[in-house]
């Protein structure tokens, strides 16, 4: 089976209302850029006549629609619209916060006055100051060519239709298929403006588009669901309904008659989508929360080894239209791309202000989390695709469902529920279920044989295929 990574549709197919010239920012919004300035200036301004020595305030606005439809009747449609106004107040190093979704004037005092109120009453914290003002995003250094709006001016009614499409094409494929979860749409998008008193101003709006199916194979005793999806920022990059639809039920007909298997220790490859986890389980480990806590199994790892040489992860948050692309952090920082891990070594931490502080470091832009992600190996060759890794792996398992976040990020103990294919000699043999797959993530991470060139992008994080050496299987 091959992923529909990259497969698209005519545009009329999917976004028949989608504007063919680029629709201005506030499209779909009932608050423009301008209004949310003059909220967060307010707020700020009322903090300091209340006599606050920083402050800092973010607005914001999200709106979309969700429809969802099951043996191609309509089961579900939401809209939603939300708006926010957030207020953090510093008194020296007390520090406030508060937050209301009414814009009236008399509001926002409140919201302040809480804030303000908090601050007076909470311990003092030396780290829990603004941003300092040399790491602050200053206007004329924020991209803004990163492409992260595209409006999809869909109607429920479309919206079912495309979800009825996608269910319909996975019913279609094989009559083993006669039942469904069902399929689904969504249109999302989202703007906000921030500022704060050490000098930070910028906003910009975005949005995330999907369709889905979660088909099922089979019947009595010997069911099986799987699904497929395609998210992108602009819908006319989706993925057709009837590719989505096809390689969903492609997934669930490959896992009938799956068996268990007996208790062994033997190589594991990671189907791509689920090697993302294994960079996300990275990510947490030195990421500053845990790391000035420590409570992390990778802790001190600056400078040293965790991977093996061939590997490196790669960090961008100037990709266009990518899910982890920003030209500033939560904060307001400066973001830049970097090498986070260079031939196996670690080469930095994912840290914000508060959490650089706290360990004596200086912030790494990744204020609310990491940007886009790649794990790339030095070893990988154009065809190291999904077949060429069983070859390589020769007898083992392929990992293509995990259950369970059976993951202890302080000692680093790894035990979830897995599902997949049993492969011998470079062939997949049939499919396996209800095993756990167990290990400790830091000998999993250095004990990474290979990555395949089968790279798929799960949120911010892009990694192919994944080889651990071995780790141990409970099965019957």
């Not at 003059?38 to 006599?51: C, R």
Request: proline share 4%; aromatic share 8%; glycine share 10%.
């Amino acid at each position: 089976m091959k992923k529909p990574n990259s497969a698209r549709r005519p545009a009329s197919s999917i976004a028949p209302s989608k504007p063919t010239s680029p629709a201005p920012a506030e499209s779909g919004f009932a608050y423009s850029k301008g209004f949310f300035e003059d909220l967060v200036d307010s707020a700020m301004a009322h903090a300091k006549k209340l006599g606050a020595t920083d402050s800092a305030a973010h607005a914001s606005e999200g709106c979309g629609l969700s429809v969802s439809v099951r043996k191609g009747e309509l089961e579900n449609v939401e809209r939603n619209r939300d708006k926010s106004l957030g207020i953090t107040v510093h008194i020296g190093q007390r520090r406030g916060n508060a937050s209301t979704s009414d814009f009236s004037q008399k509001a926002i005092e409140q919201t302040v006055q809480a804030a303000f109120d908090i601050a007076r009453f909470t311990a003092e914290d030396p780290f829990a100051a603004l941003p300092d003002e040399a790491d602050i995003a200053k206007p004329s250094e924020q991209r803004e060519d990163l492409e992260l709006f595209f409006p999809w001016a869909i109607n429920s009614e479309q919206a079912a239709q495309l979800a009825i499409r996608t269910e319909a094409a996975a019913l279609s494929l094989d009559k083993r298929i006669a039942n469904s979860e069902g399929g689904s749409v969504s249109a999302q998008q989202s703007h906000f403006f921030s500022a704060h008193t050490h000098g930070f101003r910028g906003g910009y709006a975005s949005s995330r588009h999907s369709i889905s199916v979660s088909p099922i194979a089979g019947k009595g005793s010997d069911m099986q669901r799987d699904y497929w999806y395609s998210s992108e920022r602009d819908a006319l990059e989706l993925a057709s309904p009837e590719v989505v639809g096809r390689y969903a039920a492609e997934r669930a007909l490959s896992r009938l008659k799956a068996r268990k298997i007996a208790t062994t220790e033997c190589p594991v490859l990671f189907e791509s989508p689920m090697s993302a986890g294994l960079l996300g389980g990275f990510v947490q480990a030195v990421s500053g929360g845990a790391l000035y806590r420590k409570s992390s199994f990778l802790l001190d790892c600056l400078g040293k080894p965790v991977f093996p040489k061939h590997i490196d992860i790669l960090e961008d948050p100037f990709v266009k239209r990518g899910k982890g692309s920003s030209p500033f952090d939560d904060e307001g920082v400066r973001v830049q791309a970097r090498s986070v891990v260079e031939a196996g070594v670690v080469q930095g931490y994912f840290l914000g202000s508060y959490s650089a502080r706290k360990l004596g470091m200086k912030t790494t832009g990744n204020a609310g989390g990491s940007h886009n992600l790649t794990l790339v190996s030095r070893r990988t060759r154009p065809g190291d695709d999904l077949d060429a890794m069983l070859r390589r792996m020769g007898t083992g398992l392929l990992v293509t469902e995990l259950m369970g976040s059976g993951v202890n990020y302080v000692t680093g103990d790894y035990s979830r529920g897995a599902a997949g294919f049993w492969v011998e000699n470079g062939r997949i043999a049939y499919p396996v279920h209800e095993i756990t797959i167990a290990g400790n993530m830091k000998t999993m991470l250095r004990n990474i044989e290979a990555v395949g060139s089968d790279a798929y992008s799960y949120g911010s994080k892009t990694v192919g295929s994944v080889l651990i050496r071995k780790m141990k299987i409970a099965g019957s």
